[in-house]
């Protein structure tokens, strides 16, 4: 009954139910270094990681403090994480050790002529976005959004800008973002 999703303060919402999986005591916990106990998927841990979601979409608001008026159809908005099954089915610490990036990341690292470590240099955190927005805008474009002030190709268009910040700041020239 707590559970309850909402996009903003407008538009539809609802009720919704969430799908974790238990990671282990491996993954530290902060409540726990703090002498409190980790309180499951409620925590913001990551022992407990979501990959799916029921949201009941039963609700509208149309006004920021309007009240909640029933939706004319509701319906069940469904949505589990392509990249966190694959790192739980992969047994992957990270979603970017599975096998959906470590194409992008042998191909970064022939590029940028150093390797990926894992860390949190500021190199692996540009190569970590390089792979994802690379992967994001390809898939974008496959759907038909080309880059735009406006929607979908606004968010194009600022992924592709990061992206190419990411690699000027890796010395990669901003034509082998193509690549």
């Known amino acids: 009954k707590d559970n309850f999703w909402m996009m903003g303060d407008t538009g539809p919402q609802g009720p919704c139910s969430e799908i974790h999986v238990y990671q282990g005591n491996d993954y530290p916990c902060e409540q726990e270094k703090q002498g409190q106990v980790c309180r499951g998927p409620a925590c913001d ?7 799916w979601n029921l949201v009941f979409m039963q609700f509208e608001k149309r006004e920021k403090d309007g009240p909640l008026l029933p939706l004319p159809k509701p319906s069940i908005d469904t949505g589990a994480g392509l990249e966190r099954l694959c790192s739980v089915v992969q047994g992957c610490a990270s979603n970017y050790d599975t096998d959906l ?11 940028v002529h150093r390797r990926y470590m894992k860390s949190s ?8 976005v390089l792979a994802d927005h690379c992967r994001a805008t390809a898939f974008l474009i496959a759907d038909g959004v080309l880059p735009s002030n406006l929607g979908r190709g606004y968010v194009l268009r600022s ?3 990061r992206a190419i910040r990411h690699a000027v700041m ?10």
């Open 101 to 111: 990036f470590t194409p992008l990341f042998a191909k970064i690292e022939e590029i």
């Open 121 to 128: 240099s500021d190199s692996d955190i540009s190569m970590r």
């Open 45 to 51: 841990c990551d022992r407990f990681l979501e990959i």
């Open 159 to 161: 992924m592709m800008r």
């Open 170 to 179: 890796l010395d990669i020239g901003t034509g082998k973002f193509a690549e």
